[in-house]
């Protein structure tokens, strides 16, 4: 049963333009939300987070919204550099518990 | 300062045949897990380690895969025999818990892809 979904296989941004990701999970019981990108043939990297207790968090060009009644999480990344070109999985997890992560985003950002 | 370091990245072996991953933390990580991610999928949790003892292994197949983390800083997971299913990448992560809450940020490995024939 898959608590996070990412329901957008790929996504193609112009360089310079911004890059939306989304992200939808079930679990109410989720208090901790991660980004993490990864290149090929790499492990994931840590990107940003966000607690429940938050509903925005940002980090130089990268910016996580929270929405809990929606359950709901998006990644913006302004302005989008043909670097960041990856794949962006979401995480969540359950204080003491393991994190869920959906199937993943391929971003594509194109000069 | 040094990552995650994990070892083989690649592997390919017959059915029926053993085969084990190493992982060496971040230094200072007491919390150490091990993940599969299958092709198109996002990474799943096999066994968590808090120190030398494993909190959380309800997804870990026990009849084939074993893992073990003596004196609380490397580990090691095992398959035998290893299936056709089994091949994945396989990722190691660490972090540091000071709760032990699991929402401590963790720190992935390159991972070891294993095919089996």
């Known amino acids: 049963d898959q608590q996070v979904k990412q329901n957008s296989p790929s996504l193609s941004v112009q360089e310079g333009r911004i890059s939306i990701l989304n992200c939808d999970y079930t679990n109410s019981m989720f208090d901790y939300f991660l980004w993490y990108k990864k290149y090929p043939a790499e492990g994931p990297t840590f990107l940003i987070s966000?607690?429940?207790?938050?509903d925005k968090n940002e980090d130089g060009r990268f910016t996580v919204f929270l929405n809990k009644s929606a359950k709901h999480l998006s990644l913006h990344i302004v302005p989008s550099q043909p670097g960041d070109s990856a794949v962006y999985f979401c995480a969540a997890a359950n204080s003491g518990y393991a994190l869920n992560f959906g199937k993943g985003t391929s971003l594509l950002v194109t000069p | 300062e040094a990552g995650v370091v994990q070892s083989p990245r690649y592997k390919i072996i017959e059915k029926k045949q053993p085969v084990a991953f190493w992982c060496n933390p971040i230094?200072?990580?007491?919390?150490l897990y091990w993940y599969r991610q299958n092709l198109g999928q996002g990474p799943e949790l096999l066994i968590r380690y808090e120190n030398e003892e494993a909190v959380d292994d309800s997804q870990l197949p026990k009849d084939r895969f074993s893992a073990e983390r003596l004196k609380g800083v490397d580990s090691t997971l095992k398959i035998q025999p290893a299936e056709l299913g089994d091949s994945a990448v396989y990722l190691c992560?660490?972090?540091?818990?000071?709760?032990?809450?699991?929402?401590?940020?963790?720190?992935f490995g390159p991972g070891t892809r294993l095919t089996v024939l």
């Open positions: 992560a660490s972090s540091f818990s000071v709760l032990a809450s699991g929402t401590d940020t963790q720190y």
């Open positions: 966000i607690s429940s207790i938050k």
């Open positions: 230094s200072g990580h007491n919390t």
